[in-house]
Structure formats: C-alpha cells, structure tokens
C-alpha cells in the first residue's frame, strides 16, 4: 500500500494553456498550501476556512509572487480522495507550474504516482475497483457510446449488480459451512431449493455479463474492420475515402500494399479500427505470400469483413472469392463492395445482382475514387452495432480483468449448480461457492492485492 504523505500533481494536460490545475492531497494539504499561498490582504489561513470553498490569492516564494491563482478547498471524507485536498488554478505556463510544484514539494509534500490520487480514493472507500478503473475509461472515452459507459460503470452500475448477488451467496455460503460444524446431526441450515434459485439466478447475471465483453470492447477501442480483396480492386483507394488522408500507398502495380496497414476513426460517433490488407492472388514472392497470410489472420479478429471487388471485371471470380472468404468467417458481417461501380456495365451489376447472399451478408455498389454511394457503406457500417440503444443504465463490461473473472465466477457457479443437482455434499459445496466469491471480490476489490493494484494504476496519468 502507499505511504499517507501528502502528494501533489499536475491534473490538467501537459503543455501551454489558459489555466493549469495543480492537485495536493493529503492530511497535511491544506497546512501546505497555507505556507505558500497569500489572500490579498494578507490575513486570511487557508486552514481556517469552510469546506468546498474558492479562494483568490497569489503563490509566493520568499515574499515574491510566482502566480495569482485560485484556491479550491476539500476537506475529508467529503472529497474525490477521501482526504483533504487543495486544487489550485494558475496560469498555464509550465514554468509557472513547475515553479508550484517545486515550491510545495519543498514544503513537505512529494510527487503523485500515476493514478495514485484515484488509488487513494480506493484505499480510503470512496470507490470500489472497478469505479476507480472506470475513471481511467472515462478520461480516455473517445465516443458517445464510450462515454456513456464508463459513466455508468463509475457511478457504480456494474458494482451494485454484484455487490448483492454476492452478499446472499456469502450468506449460504456462511449457512452450508455452518452445516459442517453439524456435520454428526445430518442437519441443513441451508435450504438447497433457495440455493439453486439463487445460483441459477447468479450463473444468468455473470452469463449476460460475459457475453456483453464482445460489445463493451468494439466501444472501448472501437469496432475491428478488416478490408480484403483481390489486388488492384481498390481497397487502399476505400480506406484513404473512409479515412479522408492518403494513409495507403495507391498503384497500379500488383500487390503493392504487402503488410497490413491499421488506423483508427471515429465515424458517425462511433470507433472504428480499420486493417487495410495485402491483395489476395497467386504469387511466388514470399514476402506477398506472407502479406497474404496475415490478410486471413485479420479475417479472426474482426467484427465487419469488407470484401472489396471490381464489378469492372469478370463476375465469376467474384462469386468464388465471395465463397472462400465465407468458408474463413464466422459471426462477422460481410460487406460486399463492388468497386468501379462508375466503370460497370448493366449487365455486369445484373448478373452480381443476381448472386444469393446470406442474412450477415450484403452488397453495395460504389466507386472509391471519387466516393460515389460511400455514405451507404458507412451506414451499413455504424449500424453494424446499435450503440444508440445503449441506455445510462445498461450494464456492459469492457475490462478485460473483469471479463477473466467473471467467466471464472460463472465456472464455478456452474458448478456449484451441478452440485445441488447431484447432491454433493457440503464441503465441497461451500468450496465452489467460496470460489465464486472470490474471482466476484477481485472484479470490487473486496479482494485484492499490491500486485493488482500496482497493475491496475501503473497505466493511470499522473494527476488522476
């Protein structure tokens, strides 16, 4: 655990701005600032002020003013710590800050470690672990979708879920160890009807829990889209259109995209993570054929496949490489674009047309070039996942720590299920239940480590 000195960081972004803020947290925070700071007659201590108030004066060292700032006072329990806090606004330059920092740090208090100002508000109750690891999401939130979950896994939405489901099985837990120290009167206290109810109930909540990762991660670093084709059908010339920059090398030269090139966007309001791929064909240059590989490896982890092709050419290679890209996915939704659409024939869009395609599948015409119908791709694209149904209160998990001990959790209720169902008796029952318990207190906190703390935090910015 951490040392109870007082601290003090830079909370806002590195760099000029109009104002910085600098926050010192600690028992002795307020006693600190008052050493160097003044109100401008002089007679006003900082120390004897109310709670939740703002102050004018100026920071001084040895009687020369470094800024005019304003004081904001926390006093504990009763701030984002749990201690006494002093938030003080100056001007932006970094000389200025810098000067602050060093002044308060002659006077007793000492740099903030990334996310320690966060960890204090955990150690000291304020929030439970995945609030706290709530925070980090919500300062990094690129979209509205992203926003909105983090908010309410902040003010904790996800907690109280397991928080109760948790308490009752700890009280049948505590019940069916009761039972052992009876073990010779073959009594239960525990009633195993009750019990399967509730862990049924459990294994539902952590089942709908774990199933919402797929959804809560594509929000939080945006929806995985791989773009795969033949060479030359245009799928650099796509990924510069959606991502309005010349990001991939445009030829006429086959295979000349030979590795896979990534970018991110936010369209519409949502986050899309784009892998322009190499060209599929046949070829005996090994560093093509090794572009080509990573091409289908892209296939596995993306959420939309668009298959782009040259309605241009021929139509039959198309439908065949519309059929080998389906043997290689599962859950994914195909878009099929027939690019160069500018340069077909009626003949040709009737006879792809024409071309059965399956209910995660469908085709739209464009030319990417001078981005003709691209807006009907995009559509297709943000409608892929209805972010906008997400409601304030929908719980949906995008930590990867808590998915991992959520589907822990759930293996362990299933067994306890199991349990009840064969009549095992209650040692080992309270065992399963026990482990349950455990993999739901590391999701809170209620069970942790230094280990896991110094994992959790080490990825914070210093200031929060």
Known sequence: MLDQKTICAISTPPGIGGIAVIRVSGKEAITIVDLVFNSPNKTKRLIDQKANTLHFGSIVSEEQIIDEVIAALFKAPHSFTGEDIVEISCHGSVFIQQQILQLLITKGARMAQPGEFTQRAFLNGKMDLSQA??????????????????????????????????????????????????????????????L??????????????TESFKLGNVIKNGIPVAIIGE???????????????????????????????????????TLFRFSDTA?????????????????????DKAEIVILVTDISRAILPITERIKSIREKITHQQLIIVAN?????????????????????????????KSRLNLEQLIAKMTSTFDFNGLGAADVV????????????????????????????????????????????????????????????????????
Do not use: W
Request: hydrophobic share 45%; aromatic share 6%.
């Open 397 to 464: 998990v995008s930590n990867v720590r808590h998915y991992e001990a959520l589907s822990l959790a759930l293996q362990a209720i299933r067994l306890v299920i199991e349990g009840l169902n064969t009549g095992i008796t209650g040692d080992f029952l309270a065992q399963d239940i026990r482990e349950c318990l455990h993999y739901l207190g590391e999701i809170t906190g209620e069970i942790t480590t230094d280990e896991t703390l110094g994992y959790i935090f080490k990825n914070f910015c210093i200031g929060k």
């Open 279 to 299: 060209g599929i064909r046949d070829t005996a240059d090994v560093i093509e054929n090794m572009g080509i590989e990573r091409s289908y490896l892209q296939l």
């Open 340 to 368: 160069k659409d500018d340069l077909a024939t009626d003949k040709a869009r009737v006879e792809l047309s024409a071309f059965p395609l399956l209910p995660n599948e469908c085709l739209i015409y464009l030319a990417a």
């Open 196 to 209: 399967i109810e509730l862990s049924t109930q459990v294994a539902g909540l952590l089942q709908r829990l």
């Open 133 to 194: 690891e709530a925070v980090a999401d919500l300062i990094a939130s690129g979209n509205a979708a992203a926003h909105k979950m983090a908010l309410n896994q902040m003010r904790g939405g996800f907690s109280k879920e397991l928080i109760q489901l948790r308490s009752e099985l700890l009280r049948f837990a505590a019940l069916v160890e009761l039972e052992l120290d009876f073990s010779e009167e073959d009594v239960e206290f525990a009633d195993r009807t009750l």
């Open 231 to 269: 060479t030359n059908v245009g799928k650099s010339t796509l990924l510069n259109a959606l991502l309005n920059e010349d990001k991939a090398i445009v030829s006429d030269i086959h295979g000349t995209t030979r590795d896979v090139i990534e970018d991110v966007v936010t369209i519409g309001g």
